[in-house]
């Protein structure tokens, strides 16, 4: 298996995958090999981006809250706590924070302003604008708390909500984005059950990924790779520190571990 994150991993910034991205992830079908997308993105926002790579495994999704197949079967879902909900809700309307609340795959927000139109423009997802505290709360994939001015301002909240909300799981996705979700909805637990799913040994796993909350997702692969774009915390984790996603770094190190040994190459 390989599992992969996706933005800043497979998927540069210009949301748009290189044809040697996407002939190495055909190549690696072709050979049996089950790429899995594992992503803190809504399942969603997921599932055109699995139809574009070709691609029919699960999706992880959430950060590791929900494995879900193509045919809509859950395979593995961990929801975040409707009274922690509550309490992220508060603090972030207190303190003039956007927060995204995702439930049963749909994304609400407070307010109609720039950082969700910036947000959902780049993913094109739809929104629901409603006061988050007087609407009924269930079935919360997560929250994110976003700056796309600030990113120390988003590494404070870090910080502050880990303390405040040890039983959480509070992770940087990107630099202006806090992730608050389920202990459990890690990509850790999520290749790990896919891993057993599978009847796979952890050193038949690689994991590949370039943010903090990829750290999870290195940590459930028998080889770990971290994008040479990857932050430097991910990089301590890594066996590997292969090439930038600008400069196909999926591809090279997919090169490098999966057909080393063959006469396949990601570009032919």
């Not at 992770?171 to 984005?177: A, D, G």
């Not at 999870?216 to 971290?226: N, R, T, Y």
Request: hydrophobic share 35%; charged share 30%; aromatic share 8%.
């Amino acid at each position: 298996m390989v599992a992969t994150d996706i933005d800043g991993t497979i998927l540069g910034g210009n949301f748009v995958f290189t044809p040697q991205v996407k002939s190495c992830i055909k190549k690696l079908s072709q050979q049996d090999v089950k790429v899995v997308l594992v992503t803190g993105r809504m399942h969603t926002a997921t599932t055109h981006v699995a139809q574009e790579l070709g691609l029919d495994t699960p999706i992880v999704s959430y950060q590791g809250g929900l494995v879900k197949e193509q045919n809509g079967n859950i395979l593995y879902e961990k929801t975040l706590d409707t009274k922690a909900a509550k309490d992220i809700i508060l603090w972030a309307k207190s303190n003039g924070i956007h927060l995204n609340l995702y439930m049963n795959d749909k994304l609400y927000v407070e307010k109609d302003n720039e950082s969700v139109k910036r947000y959902t423009s780049e993913r094109g997802i739809p929104y629901t604008v409603c006061e988050l505290d007087k609407i009924k709360l269930e079935h919360i994939n997560k929250a994110l708390a976003i700056d796309f001015n600030d990113a120390e301002r988003v590494s404070g909240w870090v910080d502050y909500l880990k303390e405040k909300h040890p039983e959480l799981y509070i992770v940087k996705s990107t630099p202006y984005f806090c992730e608050i979700s389920n202990t459990e909805a890690r990509k850790s637990c999520a290749v790990e059950f896919l891993t057993k799913y599978w009847g796979l040994k952890k050193e038949e796993v690689l994991s590949i990924g370039d943010q903090n909350n990829d750290i999870e997702l290195l940590k459930a692969g028998g080889i770990k790779v971290a994008m040479g774009n990857g932050t430097d915390e991910i990089k301590k984790y890594a066996d590997y520190i292969t090439d930038t996603v600008d400069n196909n770094g999926f591809v090279k190190a997919i090169e490098k571990f999966v057909f080393k040994n063959e006469e396949i190459k990601c570009s032919e």
